[in-house]
């Protein structure tokens, strides 16, 4: 299932895992519950600080009213399928760290790593018609600022891509490691944001999906649905002292919050995080691996090479626990290995043996899925 969403909440995901198991026999391993990380979108979980803004119980029942309907629909509307896989190219990101002044900043940085990529998924029925359009790239959906919901361009260009194919057709965005990207707004140097630029952007991402699916695609055979699960406990660096995070709360801002919620909740006042990974392989060329974290594009682009271009990393997948930066990312600091640590209510940055833990894990279980 694909939202909408900026993530599903962690401790949401525990209770809609054991509802689809009680209500389907649906077990976790082969649940992918994906957000596409829209920044535009309610909050959904009461674990982070309230500068990420206040989640709503309301808005949670009617997700998952939504979810339920969703399957409900799937389950009433299974036929056999044909798969194909097409590669294009879409160049709306920009890598977001650069060092300036020897410090890194969030600034557009040319140089940087991307993954311009765009891989496309078709389900074809016996007919020869598309039933649905699985879209994987890798940018934030972080176009406005303002407050106000939409489905970002992500959304908006999935709204395109079935209008523009007609007959019901389902088109669904999966979102890359885009922890250090965003969307190529740049004035006087400097990022900008703009509602009025999604429509921009998606008719951009529309347009290079349809393009793709005008050319030759690969035809994927069919294989034995897979699944595997792993729990990875992702060490941290110093845990706070409370005398500190006594002194802290009474800040303004989010280091005030950060400090609140981790003495009200001092079980998080522990030296590791735990990161789920999951495989989940659906035909021969084609599987997926879901991370419960907001992961830089190192990560996704090690996982290409690793697996030749058949698996599709998508984070953002079945809770979230914060930004997963690389070892020299920790080394360097900045926004994405220092200062969300607070905005995510981590008791402390993560050590730098973490990418070591993380691909050698990830290569154990795609060695072991994919042969």
């Known amino acids: 299932m694909s939202a909408d969403l900026i993530w599903w909440g962690n401790e949401y995901i525990e209770l809609l895992q054991k509802k689809l198991y009680e ?3 649906l077990a976790p391993e082969f649940v992918v519950l994906h957000a596409t990380h829209n920044h535009s979108a309610p909050q959904t979980t009461k674990r982070f600080t ?3 803004g206040r989640c709503d119980n309301q808005y949670l029942l ?4 939504r979810l339920f309907e969703g399957i409900e629909l ?3 509307n299974v036929e056999p399928v044909t798969i194909d896989k097409g590669i294009g190219e879409c160049h709306i990101g920009i890598n977001r760290r650069k060092k300036v002044e020897n410090r890194v900043k969030l600034a557009s940085n040319p140089a940087g790593p991307i993954d311009p990529q765009l891989n496309l998924i078709r389900f074809r029925t016996e007919n020869d018609k598309t039933k649905a359009i699985l879209t994987h790239y890798t940018c934030h959906p972080v176009t406005s600022m ?5 489905s970002e361009f992500t959304g908006v260009a999935m709204q395109r891509i079935e209008t523009a194919l007609g007959e019901n057709v389902v088109a669904a965005y999966l979102q890359g490691c885009c922890g250090d990207i965003q969307p190529s707004l740049i004035k006087d140097n400097r990022f900008y944001f703009d509602s009025g630029k999604i429509d921009e952007l998606a008719t951009q991402l529309a347009h290079q999906v349809l393009k793709t699916l005008r050319s030759p695609m690969k035809s994927l055979s069919p294989c034995i649905l897979s699944a595997k699960m792993v729990e990875l406990n992702l060490p941290l660096q110093s845990i706070p002292a409370l005398k500190f995070l006594e002194s802290k709360q009474g800040r303004s801002g989010v280091t005030g919050e950060w400090s609140k919620l981790l003495l009200n909740n001092p079980e998080r006042l522990v030296n590791y995080v735990p990161l789920k990974i999951q495989i989940l392989t659906i035909a021969n060329g084609l599987t997926l691996l879901t991370m419960n974290a907001e992961v830089v594009v190192e990560y996704g682009l090690n996982i290409k090479k690793q697996s030749s271009e058949e ?3 998508i984070p953002y997948s079945n809770g979230m626990i914060g930004y997963i930066p690389t070892a020299s990312q920790i080394a360097e600091g900045g926004y994405e290995a220092y200062e969300s640590c607070f905005y995510f209510g981590l008791p402390a940055p993560f050590a730098p043996e973490i990418e070591n ?4 894990n990830i290569n154990s279980l795609l060695n072991g899925g994919i042969n």
Do not use: D
């Open 62 to 65: 009617f997700l998952e009213q």
């Open 50 to 52: 309230e500068s990420l």
């Open 357 to 360: 833990t993380i691909n050698m």
């Open 311 to 313: 698996v599709l990393p």
């Open 23 to 25: 209500k389907w026999n």
């Open 74 to 76: 799937a389950l009433n």
């Open 146 to 150: 303002e407050n106000l919901v939409t």
